[in-house]
């Protein structure tokens, strides 16, 4: 490790006095963060074991193992400027970067042939930096995002930008592409909070009040004595407590202090209703002086105004936002207003009592962008959960666009595997089920909270060199990738791969991390010691699914390029093809296509095996195949169901049978054979396969009917 690397690494060290790390853990030395790995913490610990023993019930064909890291920087899908406005399920925007894990946004799921909004939970939050692409809609919305960042268009879901050249292939925005949903247009960037603007709150309590308040100041003469007696008094009584507490707030605001008090009762047919109430003539006058026309009305005025008259007088079926009223000023202001913020509308003829009706027209684009710009109070009249999800024309993409920069960018984890970002639907990233061994969190734990075994090569060294040590086979990489990103900086593998050749140990390493070929020279040099065989992982050659099911690895592209690295290095080179998807991953075609693919790159061997959907990655993935193919969902239930009901975590046995038929026959077809002196070799030979016939009728898998653009992006559960 460099010198002047280590310095810029050692500048990052956290502060005691910043709070603890994370949790008390066995043998921290230190725990640091990089600019370079943001949102990311490394736990730097003084390891007294580095030799891990397979328990012996495993079926592993290994005995040993060795893990410098724990944890994996799989790189989510980060995607999403902080000041993204997200759809609540309460049907309010609010910021991307102050969202916070628990709260409850708006999602979609597909049901039948049809997209519908529903609730969803937020289960993490995740931050970066990333290279920064600002999209632009035809209606004026505006959406920065990474290049790996999807939407979902009238043609399923789509990437911000292309893969580099060289990179291979996955569907992106174009010009010919309309966006899901409703946007926001340029109201996205007219964010504020109400309560932070005097003009504001006159402009709601003008609509309030004159919509629905009660004032009055008259004398009026006593019948008992002739007297005259003054009356003061204003009233506003609503059955809806979130325009109730709001005017009653924005009084107080000005000095104006009312009463809350029950105003009538409920029944079967109707709510019951409070009101807030002052006498105060003193109250009184002020309340008229508030709520005067305005001369010359701002835009926060007019925000304020068409909100509070839309608490008093308005209401939206889901088809159609209204305003109704008799006086011909209120109307003239509703009208001003939404021409001021070019919001479509007719006015529809007065009935009989002389009440005319305002309607917004645009359908569900103009009521959300209506609702996020004005910011009405009441809850019920803002949602959009069970609704349809349509596509406007005017959601088509007008350009994408190279910020040439790279910025702070956020994801968010949800139940439905997306959310509504400035109106559209957005993909989302999905936590998985691991590092719980060491007491933390089963989803941003594992990507942001990287444990590194910093002396793991000394310590390893130490415990080769033991006479009782038998130089038994030791697997690197079976727990976490010994390649990822970290390990360029940390640097642990070669120090690792030189103390097992020199100690006379048999080692192989799977992994999917280009980053190996930096090490291909001491592997050569450690296969003239001891016996060493490399595996790489790869099983899926669509690109495009690929990254679905594990987004930020490496790319098939790329890992058939490590292949060629390593066999041209005249090292042998196993490829595990697993898992196998069934019903996505397991046609005749795909096998083909994946083994003449490894064939041509050279691989030594390849392994296949079906889907294992152990405890914890079965959650996740189950959810995620709800979301990308929810027609897939039920004969996923079947093919791993338990011999009593519920989940197991193995496919049928007649299943594992056809397949391993089938990819029997794809490795015969491209010339993988045995041979007696692999070290590394899968225990499925096509030899025993080749007897073995599939299975018939519902058992075999059929690929009609899947739904392939829905859903969010899944990273690497296995």
Request: aromatic share 8%; with cysteine.
């Amino acid at each position: 490790m460099c010198s002047n690397w280590r310095m810029r690494w050692e500048g990052q060290k956290i502060d005691d006095a910043a709070g603890p790390a994370l949790l008390p853990m066995k043998g921290l030395v230190r725990s640091v963060r990089t600019p370079e790995f943001e949102g990311v913490t490394f736990h730097e610990v003084a390891a007294k074991t580095a030799l891990n023993k397979v328990p012996g019930q495993s079926n592993m064909p290994f005995s040993w193992t060795v893990n410098p890291t724990r944890g994996c920087l799989h790189q989510c899908r980060y995607c999403l400027s902080p000041e993204t406005l997200i759809l609540m399920s309460n049907g309010r925007q609010k910021r991307l970067d102050d969202i916070r894990v628990g709260e409850r946004v708006v999602g979609s799921r597909l049901k039948g042939r049809y997209r519908y909004y529903v609730e969803a939970e937020v289960g993490a939050v995740w931050r970066t930096r990333k290279r920064a692409y600002r999209v632009t809609l035809e209606d004026g919305t505006e959406l920065v995002a990474s290049a790996d960042h999807r939407f979902l268009t009238e043609r399923g879901w789509k990437y911000v930008a292309p893969l580099a050249t060289g990179q291979g292939q996955r569907p992106y925005l174009t010009t010919n592409n309309s966006m899901m949903g409703f946007g926001l247009g340029s109201a996205a960037s007219a964010y504020r909070e109400p309560l932070a603007n005097s003009y504001y709150r006159a402009g709601y309590l003008a609509g309030m009040i004159r919509g629905d308040g009660m004032m009055v100041d008259k004398t009026y003469t006593r019948k008992s004595n002739g007297k005259p007696y003054r009356v003061t008094i204003f009233r506003l009584a609503l059955a809806d407590m979130d325009a109730l507490a709001r005017s009653q707030e924005y009084l107080a605001r000005e000095g104006i202090d009312t009463s809350l008090k029950p105003f009538s009762t409920g029944s079967s047919s109707r709510k019951p209703m409070n009101m807030i109430v002052t006498s105060k003539r003193a109250h009184y006058q002020q309340i008229q002086k508030l709520i005067s026309w305005p001369t010359v009305p701002t835009d926060e005025w007019e925000q304020g105004f068409l909100a509070g008259i839309f608490d008093a007088e308005g209401s939206f079926s889901g088809s159609a936002l209204r305003i109704s009223n008799s006086d011909e000023s209120i109307l003239q202001h509703i009208e001003a207003g939404l021409e001021n913020f070019q919001m479509p509308f007719v006015r529809e003829r007065a009935n009989a009592r002389g009440v005319a009706t305002i309607r917004l027209t645009g359908g569900a684009a103009a009521y959300r962008r209506f609702f996020h710009l004005v910011k009405p109070a009441i809850i019920r009249k803002l949602s959009i959960l069970g609704r349809a999800v349509k596509t406007s024309s005017k959601l088509r993409v007008v350009s994408v666009e190279d910020l040439g920069m790279e910025q702070s960018m956020i994801d968010i984890t949800t139940g439905t595997g997306d959310f509504i970002a400035n109106g559209v639907i957005s993909h989302n990233c999905f936590a998985r089920k691991t590092h719980e061994y060491l007491d933390l969190d089963s989803g941003q734990d594992f990507d942001t909270q990287i444990v590194v075994k910093t002396n793991v090569a000394e310590v390893l060294r130490a415990e080769l060199a033991k006479p009782s040590w038998k130089r038994e086979h030791v697997a690197l990489g079976t727990n976490t990738d010994p390649y990822q990103r970290a390990e360029g900086r940390y640097r642990l593998m070669p120090g690792i791969i030189q103390a097992l050749a020199e100690s006379g140990t048999p080692f192989s390493i799977l992994t999917k991390g280009p980053l190996l070929k930096r090490d291909i020279p001491l592997l050569k040099e450690a296969a003239q010691q001891v016996p060493v065989s490399v595996a790489v992982s790869l099983a899926i050659m669509d690109t495009e699914l690929q990254q679905r099911v594990e987004p930020g690895t490496p790319d098939p592209r790329a890992r058939l390029g490590l292949i060629r690295a390593i066999t041209d290095a005249g090292l042998d080179c196993n490829v595990l093809a697993m898992p196998i998807l069934p019903w996505l991953t397991d046609s005749e075609e795909h096998l083909d296509a994946l083994h003449a693919a490894l064939a041509d790159a050279g691989a030594s061997w390849v392994t296949t095996g079906a889907l294992h959907l152990r405890p914890g990655a079965r959650e996740w993935f189950m959810q995620w195949l709800q979301a990308e193919f929810p027609a897939l969902v039920p004969r996923y239930r079947q093919l791993y169901r338990g011999k009593r009901g519920g989940f197991t975590s193995y496919a049928s046995a007649e299943y594992k049978k056809w397949l391993g038929a089938r990819a029997g026959e794809a490795r015969r077809r491209h010339g993988f054979v045995i041979r007696e002196d692999r070290v590394w070799r899968g225990r499925e030979s096509p030899e025993k396969a080749a007897g073995q016939q599939p299975p018939t009728g519902d058992q075999q898998p059929q690929l009609e009917g899947l739904e392939t653009a829905a859903g969010p992006a899944q990273p690497a559960l296995f």
